[in-house]
């Protein structure tokens, strides 16, 4: 029997959506679910973009879809499969009713004079945005929306930025897909958890 609380079972990615609107109290209360996380030394180093707008999805997935094109070309994959891939993530992108975009701000972090202290400050934060999207996804499960992170931003956090016309200080790292849940959609069974591989004892 599983020892996973309901309320985590709960939440699963799920990627269907109807195309009813999310409304923007909802999603409201999600971003203020986030910013209940925890964050380190008392800092709220996370911002969040409510993208519900069919001109706010489309800047977005055209933006971020412009650079990993670049990158793709620049990989050496085949334009045919660079249009396949570059498609089916504008389509989820601007397929879903809103999208939250989680960024990170050096406000409220601290700075230090050598680059490993600040790699694991930035790392930190990254941490803590980490907990507030899981935050995010569980008040969503819980509001009976359905929800799933998408990695794309943490790859062109600046392209991401620029589309949406972000301050230069907002930089997006976490992306995620909200909805009510498309009732034909059936997720993947969640395997069971390998607990003496993922766990030690000291
Ligand atoms: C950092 C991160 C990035 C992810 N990126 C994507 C993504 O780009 N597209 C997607 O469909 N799911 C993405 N996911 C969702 C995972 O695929 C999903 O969490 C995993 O398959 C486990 O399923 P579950 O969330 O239903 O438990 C991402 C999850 C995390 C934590």
Redesign the pocket.
Known sequence: MSRVPAFVEA?????AFTAAPVDRALLDGLVEAACAAPAPHHSRPWRWVVVDTDAGKQALADGMGARWRRDLEDDGVTRARIDELVGA?RR?LTGAPALVLGCLTWDGLDRYPDEARQRAEWGMALLSL?AA?ENL?LAAADAGLAS?????P?FCPAAARDALGLDTEWLPH??V?VGHPDPGYT??P?PPVPLDELRAHR
Not at 11 to 15: L, V
Not at 148 to 152: L, P, Q, S
């Open positions: 939440r699963r990615s799920i990627r993530s989820k980490g999207v996804m799933c992170w998408v990695a794309a943490i976490a992306l897909l997720g993947r969640r």
